[in-house]
């Protein structure tokens, strides 16, 4: 069992930067790949970004080049770090974990309660 808490939401500008964290929970963190998904209001959720047990990476088109997922697997922790931000990543950021991987068309077997991000233009 995976237990994911996301944190680090908030207002900013257009053109500004934003951390998000997620902190899980557990022994087998560094085993579990990790991504961050969004769903912005009347919109399906949709894949941003995940990272592999070892370290690779994979963005959806639009946010490649300005965001940056990383993770600490001492401290059982994933960063989606977001620069050059626009209005449209306006969303709630959830944070996934899956065995198996992550990406634009694959589910998270666990997933955090989510952290509102909002750009104003």
């Known amino acids: 069992q995976v237990q994911l808490v996301e944190s680090g939401g908030g207002l900013v500008q257009a053109g500004g930067s934003l951390r998000v964290s997620c902190a899980a929970s557990?022994?087998?963190?560094?085993?579990?790949?990790m991504g961050w998904f969004r769903q912005a209001p009347g919109k399906e959720r949709e894949f941003v970004a995940a990272?592999?047990?070892?370290?690779?990476?994979n963005y959806a088109d639009s946010v490649k080049g300005r965001f940056t997922i990383s993770r600490n697997n001492a401290k059982n922790t994933v960063y989606l770090q977001m620069n050059s931000l626009k209005p449209e990543d306006t969303a709630v950021y959830y944070c996934?974990?899956?065995?198996?991987?992550?990406?634009?068309?694959?589910?998270?077997?666990?997933w955090g309660q989510g952290t509102q991000v909002t750009v104003s233009s």
């Open positions: 996934a974990a899956d065995l198996h991987g992550l990406g634009p068309a694959s589910d998270g077997d666990y």
């Open positions: 990272i592999s047990w070892s370290g690779s990476t």
């Open positions: 557990g022994r087998t963190f560094r085993r579990y790949a």
